[in-house]
């Protein structure tokens, strides 16, 4: 079983930075491609920030040159820096894995509980 966790969300004013964390924990055989998504009320889900095993990148157009996704493979942890808040980066954010869990077995899909981050004005 496979769980994870992110951490590091709260209220913040616009212009102010937050690091977000999700870390991976149970039993990995490897972690694939990692991403953080966030989704605001009344909203649809939307990809945040991207990143691939060998460390490859992709952000939505509305935070590039703010965020920045990172991880660190030797703690299954992927990591989101967001700089430069908006009041419209209020959302619920998410961790996503894409993790084989046992050699034998196929990449399955996970998600965290959701962090929420608050940006005021």
């Known amino acids: 079983q496979v769980q994870l966790v992110e951490s590091g969300g709260g209220l913040v004013q616009a212009g102010g930075s937050l690091r977000l964390s999700c870390a991976a924990s149970?039993?990995?055989?490897?972690?694939?491609?990692m991403g953080w998504y966030r989704q605001a009320p009344g909203k649809q889900r939307e990809l945040v920030a991207a990143i691939t095993s060998g460390g490859s990148t992709n952000y939505a157009d509305s935070v590039k040159g703010r965020f920045t996704i990172s991880r660190d493979n030797a703690k299954n942890t992927v990591y989101l820096q967001m700089n430069s808040l908006k009041p419209e980066d209020t959302a619920v954010y998410y961790c996503?894995?894409?993790?084989?869990?046992?050699?034998?077995?196929?990449?399955?899909?996970?998600w965290g509980e959701g962090t929420l981050v608050t940006v005021s004005s």
């Open positions: 149970g039993i990995i055989f490897s972690i694939n491609d």
């Open positions: 996503n894995a894409k993790i084989w869990t046992t050699r034998w077995e196929g990449i399955n899909d996970y």
